[in-house]
């Protein structure tokens, strides 16, 4: 079964971290387009531009200007963008984060391992699951 | 003849008849004068017969009407006649039924009867003879009796006649005057007071032994009685203090005559009596005096002790740095001291007669000391807290410990309280309160700021690890043996980094805070956690006997067991390793150990081990922060931790959570 391929758009404030995804999905041999945004303001200024509409969004909490719950929240006040995937994807263990998060509303929460390895096979999870799904913006 | 013959004849016939004439004239006088004398004769006997026939009822009379009581019986005791005082006294009639006196005998007296009847007998009467009887109700009388002999006219007894009375009552009065007398001198021997009795001419009347004690009188009471006491005082003077004045207040008392009670006299050696002098008037005629001398030393001493008490504590009271009110049940001011005064910031004049929290409280506090006004009348005491508004306007913080107050009587009259100030306690208590708040922020903040200083750091370790794998992917086959070597070591250090930062973050976020406590089954948590970490085939784990629940936070427990239980199964060197969990109730607390057969740890380490980042060797996968946490853990709920350990044969780990 082919698998569909998924525009995905990353936010994330570090670089190497942006280079782990798309290098994973290469890796993978998977076909998902990897969009960037360097931050909450970023991702929000692309999402409402029109420009960019992902099938799912990768979300990092800890960021500069506005963090990854206030993007949240901000995304699920948009009548049309709340309807995307929003799976968080950090290093944060911090169970209020955790609480928060699904409190606002997410799809998901996934810690990043030490071990690229571990990396790699949670992305793996993570995208086959998401291309098996129905998505909006089919 | 003839004719003379006749004449003759004639003559005499006449002759004969008269002198019949007369004596029939004579015989009818006699008859009637006869007659005559037998009608007066009658008169005078129906006269004697009626006088003979009252005398008789008068005697009937006083005979029934006697106030004793009057029984005639004949030899054999049976009674022949008794008047009305009698049947009341034997509770008998005799129209019912016959009577004999014997039957009525108290069994215990029968004795006594044959012998009083004998002498009845023998001289013809008996006299204040004395005999206990019972009657037909039950009553047993004492009956007092005079009897004399009754004989026919050949003097031949016939039987008795007697007066009985009832003395029972009289006897017991007098026995009862007996007993209060000898009670009345038993009292007066025994009384702790001296007394003398005098008659009118100074003659002793009566006297105790305590008297002959306080005057030093060798004799024994008995023997002073009717001796003379004009020389008394003069004797005994050299026994006071003032032997003068001794003397000349008796002699005043006397020529007084009048009472003078509880007058003080000094001994010569320190003891001090109380003297009462009354003197006696009967029918206001003069008839001596009683003297009564009481030791009262003991008694003034322990009164000038009770006074020098009192004094002390109303010294404590006034001075004392804690503010007293005693108010009474309209919670109306009765008296304060100098301290409440103070306190109050009122005058004592603003204070005395009003109401306390009308002067001091608003509505508020009014209500909460009304409340615990009408607990007072239930008879609580207790202290409670109250906000006051002082004369000065100041607002002020006092603690009260409230009693209600009784009278000697027992009745309530109002409540006493004692009122600390507590403004500055309570102006701390409310600072603490806010640090204890503002702490609790910071600690939260300080948290936050251990996560995303935590996340800050693990994300350039992941950032690390991911280009150290690219560089291998990438030089795949290119590197040698030892740079390949080298990037596993970056790995490793990674890893003991990244668990570093993990380990710091869980130490700091042991804190009650944010625990959630239940009821957990250590049991099935240790059997759990030994399911789940790696076990070596060498070693056996073993729970000796079923774990207890406690209360805490599950996962600190699973933290606590699965720190000590690692370490007991790395640093075990043993052919066959050994680890048991057991514990124990100590002092309301359960004592738990963990011991292995291990490495065991130095003495001179045996300190250090639960401090922050001490690692006893060069394991690399040890952070040195386990046990700190364990420790933390533990010392969160109350416990302490200790460890006893010889190098080479093993260590136990001891510690204490409290049992539910």
Redesign the interface.
């Known amino acids: 079964m082919k698998l569909k391929s998924l525009t995905v758009l990353l936010i994330e404030d570090?670089q190497?971290?942006v280079?782990?995804l798309k290098?994973s999905i290469k890796q993978l041999g998977h076909t998902h387009k990897v969009v960037e945004a360097k931050n909450g303001e970023d991702a929000l200024q692309q999402l409402t531009s029109g420009n960019v509409l992902p099938d799912i969004i990768l979300l990092d909490?800890?960021m500069p200007k506005i963090n990854g719950i206030e993007f949240l929240k901000i995304l699920k006040e948009d009548a049309k963008l709340r309807y995307i995937p929003t799976v968080i994807l950090?290093?944060?263990?911090?169970r209020?984060?955790l609480l928060a998060c699904y409190e606002v509303g997410i799809a998901g929460y996934i810690l990043?391992?030490?071990?690229?390895?571990d990396?790699l096979k949670k992305i793996d999870c993570t995208l086959q699951y998401w291309s098996v799904n129905e998505l909006i913006s089919n | 003849m003839q004719s003379n013959e006749i004449e003759i004849l004639k003559r005499s016939v006449e002759r004969e008849r008269a002198a019949r004439k007369q004596a029939e004239r004579i015989l009818e006088s006699k008859s009637a004068e006869l007659f005559q004398r037998t009608t007066e004769l009658k008169v005078a006997n129906d006269k004697l017969e009626q006088l003979v026939s009252r005398q008789t009822s008068e005697l009937q009379g006083v005979f029934e009407n006697i106030v004793d009581a009057y029984v005639v019986m004949d030899l054999e005791g049976n009674v022949l006649k008794m008047n009305n005082p009698a049947e009341e006294l034997l509770e008998h009639s005799l129209v019912q039924e016959p009577l004999n006196l014997n039957s009525m005998v108290h069994p215990e007296d029968a004795e006594k009867v044959s012998h009083y009847f004998a002498v009845l007998v023998q001289d013809g009467s008996i006299t204040d003879a004395e005999i206990r009887i019972k009657t037909v109700s039950g009553h047993i009388k004492l009956v007092h009796i005079n009897a004399s002999m009754i004989f026919d006219k050949a003097d031949k007894p016939i039987g008795a006649q007697g007066i009985v009375r009832d003395i029972t009552l009289a006897r017991r009065e007098h026995e009862k005057l007996m007993e209060s007398e000898s009670r009345l001198s038993k009292l007066i021997a025994n009384l702790d007071s001296g007394v003398l009795l005098e008659d009118e001419n100074r003659n002793i009347a009566l006297t105790n032994q305590q008297f002959c004690d306080l005057f030093k009188i060798p004799a024994p009471p008995e023997a002073l009685i009717g001796q003379n006491c004009e020389n008394a005082a003069e004797q005994s003077k050299h026994l006071f203090k003032d032997p003068k004045s001794f003397v000349l207040s008796i002699d005043e008392l006397l020529a007084n005559r009048k009472t003078v009670l509880g007058e003080e006299l000094v001994m010569d050696e320190g003891r001090i009596l109380e003297r009462d002098y009354i003197p006696i008037f009967i029918d206001e005629v003069y008839k001596g005096h009683l003297w009564t001398y009481r030791d009262i030393t003991l008694k003034r001493k322990y009164r000038k002790s009770i006074d020098a008490q009192r004094q002390k504590y109303s010294g404590i009271i006034a001075n004392m740095n804690l503010g007293l009110l005693e108010v009474d049940n309209d919670d109306v001011v009765q008296m304060v001291n100098q301290r409440f005064i103070e306190m109050s910031g009122y005058s004592e004049a603003d204070l005395l007669g009003k109401k306390a929290s009308d002067l001091l409280l608003d509505k508020n506090e009014k209500e909460k000391i009304w409340k615990k006004n009408s607990e007072r009348s239930k008879g609580t005491a207790d202290s409670y807290e109250i906000q006051v508004i002082t004369g000065n306007g100041e607002q002020r913080y006092w603690l009260i410990s409230g009693a209600p107050n009784y009278n000697i009587n027992g009745e309530l009259i109002g409540s006493i309280g004692i009122h600390l100030d507590i403004t500055e306690l309570k102006e701390l208590e409310l600072q603490k309160e806010s640090l204890v708040k503002k702490l609790a922020k910071s600690n939260k903040e300080l948290e936050e700021y251990a996560h995303v200083v935590s996340h800050d750091l693990k994300s350039p370790l992941r950032s690390l690890y991911a280009l150290t794998s690219w560089l291998r992917e990438e030089n795949e086959g290119e590197f040698s043996k030892e740079s390949l070597s080298y990037l596993e070591l970056i790995e490793q250090t990674l890893e003991k980094m990244e668990k570093l930062i993990s380990n710091v973050l869980l130490y700091s976020s042991v804190t009650s805070e944010d625990d959630k406590v239940s009821r957990v089954n250590l049991d099935e948590i240790v059997r759990q956690l030994i399911s789940l970490i790696h076990v070596p085939d060498h070693i056996e784990v073993s729970i000796k006997k079923k774990l207890p629940k406690v209360i805490a936070d599950e996962t600190r427990m699973q933290q606590l067991f699965q720190n000590l239980l690692s370490n007991a199964i790395r640093y075990n060197d043993k052919e066959k390793g050994v680890v048991e969990i057991d514990y124990q109730i100590q002092k309301g607390m359960y004592q738990f150990c963990v011991r292995d057969n291990g490495i065991g740890i130095k003495e001179a380490y045996l300190d250090k081990i639960f401090g922050m980042f001490q690692r006893l060797d060069n394991d690399e996968s040890s952070t040195g922060i386990g046990l700190s946490i364990v420790k933390r853990i533990i010392e969160l709920y109350g416990g302490t931790i200790w460890v006893e350990s010889e190098p080479t044969k093993g260590t136990t780990f001891y510690f204490t959570l409290p049992k539910p």
């Open positions: 570090d190497i971290e280079m782990k290098r909490l800890n950090t290093t944060s263990e911090n209020t984060d990043k391992p030490l071990k690229y390895e990396y």
